[in-house]
Each structure stands twice: as C-alpha cells, then as structure tokens.
C-alpha cells in the first residue's frame, strides 16, 4: 500500500512514516517546513520528502493519505484530498488500528518530560530483553530511531499527547491508544491555541483515563493538584503514586544536589514488596524532574516485569533524547546545548537542572518563544522569571510573534538582551561567551540552525 503523509517532518507524523515503512508499506509525505532531527531520519528511512504542499504531491495517486494535526482546511493539498475523494485519516487513529491492536500499550502523558519519559520506558525494557516496539516524540539516543515495531510480543511504549488528532477529530491524540498502562507524569495549561483553560485539558486527560482497563495501571505523579482534580472525577483502575511524598510507593532520595544520583524506594503493595535499597541511579543526567522521569520510567517498565534495581542499573548506559539537554558541540571549554523547552516550567527546570551540575563557569541561555501559546502570548507573565537560574539571558524575537518581548527583558531577574536579528544574537552570544561557559539554546523549532553557526563563529573567534 502506498501512504501519503501530510505534515511528514512532525515528530509524530515522522515517527509514523517509519512504523509503515516498516509494516512493508511504501511511504511518501509532504511538509512545509524540513529540518533535522526528523528529516535526517526520514531521507535515510529511504522515505520520498516533498518541501511544500501541492495537489501535484498526491501523484501517483496514494492508497491512503494520512493528515496531520497540523494540517487544516485551506491547505491546497488538503482540499485536493477533499475533492478528489481519496480516503484519509488522522495520524493517531492509524497507529491505532495498525500498530496496537494486540499489543501491551504504555503511554506516557503530561504537560512536559514525555519524550524524556517515554524513551527511558523503551530503554529499560531494552534493556531486560523485551524489544519493545514504540513511537517517541523525538529521537532517543540509545536506538537512534524515534519509532520501532519491536518484537510482536513486546509492549510497545507511546508518548501521548494531549493536543488535538486532526482538523476533523479535535479530540486529544491520546484517547486513540487505549493503554494498558499510563503514566501521568504532571499537568498544567498549554495549548492555547486548542484549549480555552486547564479544566478543558483536565477533562482531555480524564478521557484518557476512562479508556484504560481495570486490569491495567495509572502511574500518577504525587504533587500535581490538576492530576488529583483530574482523578476526582472517575477512576476505574489502580492508581499508583510516584515521586517525592512519604505516602508515594514510588519515591527517589537524592545522593547528589544535582540528581546525578539518586535512590529508588519501592514499597508497592502497602509493604508487601518492602523497600529496593539496591536500586540505586547513577547516571549521566541531571535534574530533580529528570529524576522523577526516571522513577515513572521504573515504574513502568516494573508493571511489564523488569526488576527496578536492574533497570536501575541500566540507566547509567541511558543517553537523553535529541534536543534534551543534547551537548551539540564545544569550542575552548565553551559548551553548546540544545533543548526543546518552551514552556516556562520546563524553561525553569532545564536551567535548574543544568545550574546544579555546572561547577564552573556561566550559564548562558537563548529562548525562543515560538509556540503556538507562546505566539498568542499565553503564560507571558511567567516567562522572565523562567530563566533566573541563569546568569545571562538572551532572547530572540521569531516571526509572527506580534506581543512585545521588551518587558520580559525590563523585568528579567538576570542581565538579559533581545534580538531580533540571528546573526546579531550568534555575534552577541560569542562576544558574552568565556571558557567553561554553557550555552543553552531553548526553543521547539530548528531555530535558523543556530547551533551550527555559534559552533562555527566561536571556533573562527576561539580557535
């Protein structure tokens, strides 16, 4: 069968052009913006990529076209499928019913961390032996692929997203995967673009809730009131807490300040299992909520049978998802790093993380607020606060964004500058830059291909 993607380069999207090329499928699919990591894997996959939209894609005719969320009516390639009577369907509805059936499905839900979560689900139960099969919102370093069949037997690891399926199924894209077991690793307003309030995504997340069976497992994360408001409405599976609470069955004590290293304490079953003294994490991230990532992770992975102090161990061997905390390059002990933070809880967590593991030298970070909520200026209140665990920050105004970025400077709580211009921001950046510094550039697009270019202007100004 032939699948035509629109929106291929998506990280879900893309994921699901690897999963059907390798069902035996021939793959083909369209997008307007082309840039790595997705594309890389994608040319690589020996997946055709069109750069743009066009009726002239969907020749030779496709069997199946398969529509992004991305996509919407007006779109000249969208109303070419309209008019030509092709059939169609969402990207999570395909996973669904070509993928999963059959399979022992975790998803990985939240605000934030999913991708970081979801890959730390599929290594561990790598890791044991199981093969999983999974479909990640990035691309996890230990497989080097962002999506995989697995063994057919296998679990198969999903990070589940709450925005919605495509322009005719506003629903979430989780409500599609009918998980076994779920991991709510944390909940807060997002998606302005789709969502009027956080009650809206509350009610999202309970939809979720309603679809996993009696016999399956909620891993909820302690602390987060919109999950317990959320769980006040209706659950019909065991609820299991994870975290930093004494109450929690699944706790971590910090060895390090920076969560370098951490131990595990497991006491499901009110005791019955006693305590994993020896599940100890010692490994290369860092990060109080990378921590509780990895707790949710064990969790996960001991529902499918993987014993935590085991799995503990392996996650010295985890390497962090392309685009979290992902050290791109270094020039004269300058570090460049990329993330995709742009929320500003995740903004704050990344530069805490990073703070607490940075024994010398200064904490630069880059933000670009381009997504879709930050666009529509949503949580703009909150943004010059996000990054006062650095010591200096540089912000990068990105097209379209029609709210003043200024005050966030006037009001930032470290030395801060704006940019609007990339050549201007890279040449700022390598003048402020010193040895042992880190540069941490945080956005969720391609950003100019701006590691590039600081990498080659601090090596022409340094080397």
């Known amino acids: 069968m032939h699948l035509h993607i629109l929106g291929i380069c998506g990280t879900f999207m893309g994921s699901l052009a690897l999963l059907a090329r390798e069902l035996g499928h021939r793959v083909s699919g369209s997008d307007a913006g082309v840039y790595p990591p997705m594309s890389t894997q994608l040319e690589e996959a020996g997946i055709a990529l069109m750069e743009g939209y066009s009726p002239a894609n969907l020749e030779p005719r496709p069997d199946l076209v398969v529509i992004g969320n991305a996509l919407s009516r007006g779109n000249p390639e969208v109303e070419a499928v309209l008019d030509t009577g092709l059939p169609y369907v969402s990207g999570p509805q395909w996973l669904a019913e070509q993928v999963l059936p059959g399979r022992r499905v975790i998803a990985v839900a939240g605000t934030h961390g999913k991708t970081t979560t979801a890959s730390l689900v599929a290594w561990l139960l790598e890791s044991a032996g199981l093969a999983p099969g999974f479909l990640i919102g990035g691309v996890p370093r230990n497989f080097d692929v962002s999506a995989r069949l697995g063994a057919a037997d296998a679990p198969f690891v999903v990070e589940a997203d709450e925005y919605d399926t495509a322009f005719f199924d506003k629903r979430s894209k989780f409500v599609h995967y009918r998980p076994e077991i779920a991991v709510l690793g944390n909940l807060e307003f997002d998606h302005a673009d789709i969502f009027d309030d956080l009650a809206a995504i509350e009610r999202q997340f309970h939809h979720l809730v309603r679809t996993v069976p009696g016999r399956g497992k909620l891993l909820v994360a302690d602390g987060e009131p919109a999950l317990d408001r959320m769980l006040a409405m209706g659950a019909w599976t065991p609820v299991v807490r994870f975290g930093e609470a004494a109450t929690s069955p699944w706790r971590i004590a910090l060895e390090r300040d920076d969560a370098s290293r951490f131990r ?26 990378n921590a509780r990532n990895a707790l949710a992770a064990l969790a996960a992975a001991h529902a499918c049978g993987v014993d935590p102090a085991r799995g503990a161990a392996s996650l010295a ?15 004269v002990n300058i570090q460049v790093i990329d993330d995709f933070a742009h929320h500003p809880t995740a903004i704050a967590a990344t530069l805490e993380g990073l703070r607490a593991a940075t024994a010398r030298g200064r904490l630069l970070a880059v933000v670009e607020p381009r997504s879709n909520t930050m666009r529509l200026g949503t949580l703009r209140e909150r943004l010059a606060a996000s990054v006062a665990a650095a010591d200096v920050a540089f912000w990068y105004r990105p097209e379209g964004l029609d709210w003043p970025l200024e005050p966030i400077v006037a009001a930032s709580p470290v030395p801060a500058r704006l940019e609007q211009d990339l050549d201007a921001l890279v040449a700022a950046l390598v003048a402020e830059a010193r040895p042992y510094d880190r540069i941490v550039v945080m956005s969720n697009g391609g950003f100019g291909g701006i590691h590039e270019r600081l990498l080659a202007a601090l090596e022409a100004a340094h080397g």
Request: aromatic share 8%; hydrophobic share 25%; charged share 40%.
């Open 264 to 289: 595990v304490i497991h006491e499901e079953g009110q005791g019955e299992e006693g305590v994993d003294e020896d599940a100890v994490v010692d490994w290369p991230l860092t990060g109080t909520y």
């Open 317 to 331: 061997r985890f390497e962090s998802p392309r685009r979290r905390q992902e050290l791109r390059g270094e020039v």
